[in-house]
């Protein structure tokens, strides 16, 4: 049922990152001995694609198939996750780079050749990658592919937010995201909160639909900009759909990342290898600890980063990290990652010169 956290979906994210970042490096079909990849936009469009509808990891967990009713299919449901997400522009803070710009200039200093001046006003993922040097020297250095995923992550972070925000409602992106329903992110992001808050209220009885006390006191702890009140809230296009998803009453089948996880865990990552294995990413943990950048318990914790494991497994295994995720990130784990991404890449960069 929608309205769970999307823990899932923001590891199922970091892999995918990395898995991208594999096939710009050329390493799903160049051998470590050849130093340069060509950036062939069509081919490389061609795997990115086959993976997003064609991994069952990335099918449900990523572009969230389970969510388009019919006569969708995977093929459709990733083209609209590539034009929506990977192909999304990515805003700029005032007087800072984006986080697609930070990855165009990755890119630009890995140029073996001219390099194309995109005339683009904003940058997405995808154009940062590809709109730039049509040659460039690969990121052999496991450090190095390293940051190569954690820029393109960051990218993700913020083009996949939107999307994610509508598969944890349990809708279908389509619907949500273009045209005349578009909803922006931060009234997702309230809409998820009154969700979230509307089953408490409904005692979890999912399967009817809600009174207007339970929709009136959902809203109190959870209000959404734009309404006077919860009826209000589902008398709207967005509260509307929620209701019939509380209700049961929607064609696409009832599930969220929650329900997802137990599946996704069983699933082989079919065509994703690790950034780093076991014995390549231990030295440049050690180093990391050694220089201050992390804590010695965060060890764990990069590891299964660096390696494509599930992060719930390194949480689980280590209680003090469960205690600084609750006490310095208020059990934000995406919070955490990212602060712990950033500070690995800053290492990165400064052990590199």
């Known amino acids: ?64 198939l389970w969510a388009y009713p019919p006569p ?48 683009e006003d904003q940058l997405s993922t995808w154009k940062a990658l590809v709109g730039g040097p049509a040659r460039i020297r690969r990121f052999l250095d496991q ?13 993700l972070d913020a083009a996949n937010r939107p999307y994610a925000e509508v598969l944890r409602l349990g809708l279908c992106p389509k619907d ?14 309230a809409a998820n909160g009154f969700l979230k808050a509307l089953r408490t209220a409904m005692n979890d009885e999912v399967g009817r639909r809600p009174t207007d006390l339970e929709l009136n006191t959902a809203f109190a702890s959870a209000p959404v900009p734009g309404s006077a009140d919860g009826v209000a809230f589902a008398k709207t296009p967005l509260g509307k759909a929620i209701v019939t998803r509380v209700a049961g009453q929607d064609v696409t089948r009832m599930v969220s990342y929650t329900d997802l996880e137990p599946v996704l865990a069983e699933l082989e990552d079919e065509d994703d290898g690790p950034l780093l294995a076991h014995d390549e990413a231990l030295p440049l943990l050690e180093r990391a600890v ?26 689980k295994s280590d209680l003090s990290l469960r205690r600084r995720l609750k006490n310095d990130y208020d059990g934000d784990l995406g919070a955490y990652v990212s602060d712990l991404s950033a500070r690995v890449a800053a290492f990165v960069q400064k052990e590199a010169g």
């Not at 949500?176 to 992001?189: A, I, M, P, Q, R």
Request: with cysteine; hydrophobic share 45%.
């Open 1 to 64: 049922m929608a309205g769970a956290s999307s823990k899932g979906g923001r590891d199922i994210v970091a892999q995918y990152a990395g898995h991208l970042a594999n096939l710009f490096n050329g390493n799903d079909h160049l051998p470590p001995s050849v130093p340069l990849v060509e950036i062939k936009a069509f081919q490389l469009y061609d795997r990115v694609a086959r993976a997003l509808s064609i991994n069952r990891r990335y099918v449900e967990g990523l572009v969230g």
């Open 290 to 315: 050694m220089a201050g950048a992390v804590a010695a318990d965060e060890k764990g914790l990069l590891a299964a980063i660096l390696e494509g494991r599930p992060l719930a497994d390194a949480m």
């Open 72 to 119: 969708n299919d995977a093929d459709s449901a990733a083209e609209f996750y590539f034009d929506n997400v990977l192909d999304r522009p990515i805003g700029r803070r005032p007087g800072q780079p984006s986080s697609a710009d930070n990855l165009r200039t990755l890119v630009q200093s890995a140029a073996a050749g001219p390099t194309a001046v995109s005339g």
């Open 143 to 155: 450090g190095a592919l390293f940051e190569l995923s954690n820029r393109i992550l960051k990218c």
């Open 176 to 189: 949500w995201l273009v045209g005349e329903e578009e909803v922006g992110v931060n009234s997702l992001k």
